[in-house]
Nanobody, 124 residues
Framework: QVQLVESGGGLVQAGDSLRLSCAAS????????MGWFRQAPGKDREFVAY????????DYADSVKGRFTISRDNVKNTVSLQMNSLKPEDTAVYYC?????????????????WGQGTQVTVSS
C-alpha cells in the first residue's frame, strides 16, 4: 500500500505556471506507475498525465499536451506536474494516483491509490 499527499495548488492568473507535487510513503514507490487526474465542479474526474515506473514513458491528455510536464523522482518518492500557460479551464481539484500494474490505462478505475487532492484555480 502507498499513501499519497499532493501539494502546490493555489490561485493563479491565466498564463501563469504552477508546480504540483505528490509525496508517496509506504510500500516502494518505484513499483507504481503514477498519474495525475483532475475534477472540476459538476464534472467527472478526468485523466491529465501518466508516467511509467521508471519514468521512461509518459502520456498526456490532449487538453494539456505541450503545457504540462509530468516527472518523478524514485529516490525522493515524489511525482510532479509542471503546469505552464494555465487557462481558466484548468481550474479543478488535482489528484495524484498510483497504478500497481503500470497499465497505461487512462481510466480512473485503473488506479489503486489516490491522494486527497489539491485545488488549482486559474482566474481570467
Amino acid at each position: 500500500q502507498v499513501q499519497l499527499v499532493e501539494s502546490g495548488g493555489g490561485l493563479v492568473q491565466a498564463g501563469d505556471s504552477l508546480r504540483l507535487s505528490c509525496a508517496a510513503s509506504g510500500r516502494s514507490f518505484s513499483i507504481y506507475a503514477m498519474g495525475w487526474f483532475r475534477q472540476a465542479p459538476g464534472k467527472d474526474r478526468e485523466f491529465v498525465a501518466y508516467i511509467s515506473r521508471a519514468g521512461y514513458s509518459t502520456d498526456y491528455a490532449d487538453s494539456v499536451k505541450g503545457r504540462f510536464t509530468i516527472s518523478r523522482d524514485n529516490v525522493k518518492n515524489t511525482v510532479s506536474l509542471q503546469m505552464n500557460s494555465l487557462k481558466p479551464e484548468d481550474t479543478a481539484v488535482y489528484y495524484c494516483a498510483a497504478d500497481r500494474w503500470e497499465s497505461g490505462d487512462r481510466r480512473v478505475r485503473a488506479y489503486d491509490y489516490w491522494g486527497q487532492g489539491t485545488q488549482v484555480t486559474v482566474s481570467s
